[in-house]
Nanobody, 124 residues
Framework: QVQLVESGGGLVQPGGSLRLSCTASGFTLDYYSIGWFRQAPGKEREGVSCINSGDGSTVYADSVKGRFTISRDNAKKMVYLRMVGLKPEDTAVYYC?????????????????WGQGTQVTVSS
């Protein structure tokens, strides 16, 4: 059974940092590109970052470039999203998603598997 489980969310002050983790099971992570998405209250879900399964190339939304870093550890079946310099507008539920392609993507429909999400709240 394919499963993605996010963890690491929480409450953090503006300017703070968090590292989100995505644990994969039921499939070989090596062959999947993994993306992070987020959905803020009242807004549509948006792509944040993606790392491909080939050479590990990454893509980022303009709103997070320079602040967020995506990485993967295939041996541990984990994908991470390191977030620094967090802003109140980063508040959202964060989801990881998997796609059986070596090519990174940023649209929801490109991804086959989804986790349940983890809440990130940036507030003083």
């Amino acid at each position: 059974q394919v499963q993605l489980v996010e963890s690491g969310g929480g409450l953090v002050q503006p300017g703070g940092s968090l590292r989100l983790s995505c644990t994969a099971s039921g499939f070989t992570l090596d062959y999947y590109s993994i993306g992070w998405f987020r959905q803020a209250p009242g807004k549509e879900r948006e792509g944040v970052s993606c790392i491909n399964s080939g050479d590990g190339s990454t893509v980022y939304a303009d709103s997070v470039k320079g602040r967020f870093t995506i990485s993967r550890d295939n041996a541990k079946k984990m994908v991470y999203l390191r977030m620094v310099g967090l802003k109140p507008e980063d508040t959202a539920v964060y989801y990881c998603a998997g796609r059986s392609s070596a090519v990174a993507a940023s649209t929801e429909r490109a991804f086959e598997y989804w986790g349940q999400g983890t809440q990130v709240t940036v507030s003083s």
